[in-house]
């Protein structure tokens, strides 16, 4: 008896092993292999170091794993030409592609400074995109690109009261980039130290240690915080750190 529970056990567990490997193997096959995929692997001309025809084509597809792939070399790279920029905004420009993917189009517009009229517009509507990413991307390549603080300060300081606190905790700092441009909202950073989120408060040490003496006339008001009983010791935390680097500059 015990003999013919020991056969069917490992029967079964034959069974077992063999359809795994079954199953594992039928899942492969849907899986594209690389050696299949040579225009996205390889995105830029060895000689060149320009983006392929191919890529572009892909791109222009509507493929977003080409445009990925092209997104994430233009990371490590050169600044890029007119053509690549253009491709970037109309990745970034095209409603139908995954907001995580627009994000990491404007991230990388940001990061190389590019400032294209389109790009700037796309970067002022998706502040109010419903995706966080979106939203939080843009407020960094704002920031990157520093300009028209009269037209991006005001919605920037919208995004202090953002639901997510990525992006406020962007917005912040994009807006200490423009430095003593945005002077006139040291008070309204200052407040956002009471924010719940440690990565918010920490953004406005960041943004204010920007501003330079400007940020001195935040002084009176962060000692008036460290006194209200009102904040926890976290908040008091990042206030204290706040002060010492105003005080550095």
């Given at each position: 008896?015990?003999e013919?529970?020991?056969?069917?056990?490992i029967?079964?567990?034959?069974?077992?092993?063999?359809?795994?490997?079954?199953?594992?193997?039928?899942h492969?096959?849907?899986?594209?292999?690389?050696?299949?995929?040579?225009?996205?692997?390889?995105p830029?001309?060895?000689?060149t170091?320009?983006?392929?025809?191919?890529?572009?084509?892909?791109?222009q597809?509507?493929?977003?794993?080409?445009?990925?792939?092209?997104?994430e070399?233009l990371?490590?790279?050169?600044?890029?030409?007119e053509?690549?920029t253009?491709?970037?905004?109309?990745?970034?420009?095209?409603?139908?592609?995954?907001?995580?993917?627009?994000?990491?189009?404007?991230?990388?517009?940001?990061?190389?400074?590019?400032?294209?009229?389109t790009?700037?517009?796309?970067?002022l509507?998706?502040?109010?995109?419903?995706?966080?990413?979106?939203?939080?991307?843009?407020?960094?390549?704002?920031?990157?690109?520093h300009?028209n603080?009269?037209?991006?300060?005001?919605?920037?300081?919208?995004?202090?009261?953002?639901?997510?606190?990525?992006?406020?905790?962007?917005?912040?700092?994009?807006?200490?980039?423009?430095?003593g441009?945005?002077k006139?909202?040291?008070?309204?950073?200052?407040?956002?130290?009471?924010?719940?989120?440690?990565?918010?408060?920490?953004?406005?040490?960041?943004?204010?240690?920007?501003?330079?003496?400007?940020?001195?006339?935040?002084?009176?008001?962060?000692?008036?915080?460290?006194?209200?009983?009102?904040?926890n010791?976290?908040?008091?935390?990042?206030?204290?750190?706040?002060?010492?680097?105003?005080?550095?500059?």
């Amino acid at each position: 008896m015990n003999e013919k529970l020991i056969i069917i056990g490992i029967i079964i567990l034959i069974n077992i092993v063999v359809g795994y490997f079954y199953l594992r193997e039928r899942h492969r096959q849907k899986l594209p292999e690389k050696s299949q995929r040579p225009d996205v692997m390889k995105p830029f001309d060895e000689e060149t170091s320009r983006i392929t025809g191919q890529l572009k084509s892909a791109i222009q597809g509507d493929d977003p794993y080409a445009a990925s792939k092209f997104i994430e070399s233009l990371h490590s790279m050169k600044e890029p030409n007119e053509e690549e920029t253009k491709e970037l905004i109309k990745i970034l420009e095209n409603e139908n592609n995954d907001p995580r993917l627009r994000a990491d189009a404007a991230t990388t517009l940001g990061a190389h400074d590019v400032s294209e009229k389109t790009a700037f517009q796309l970067h002022l509507k998706n502040l109010d995109h419903s995706a966080w990413e979106l939203r939080a991307a843009s407020a960094y390549a704002l920031g990157e690109l520093h300009e028209n603080v009269e037209i991006v300060l005001p919605k920037l300081l919208e995004k202090l009261k953002d639901s997510d606190f990525h992006v406020r905790s962007e917005a912040i700092e994009a807006i200490g980039k423009y430095e003593g441009q945005a002077k006139q909202a040291i008070a309204l950073l200052v407040f956002s130290l009471k924010d719940d989120e440690e990565i918010v408060r920490n953004s406005v040490g960041e943004a204010l240690s920007h501003m330079g003496e400007d940020a001195k006339t935040a002084i009176p008001y962060l000692e008036a915080l460290l006194l209200d009983s009102q904040n926890n010791e976290k908040v008091k935390q990042s206030i204290l750190r706040t002060l010492e680097r105003i005080r550095k500059e």
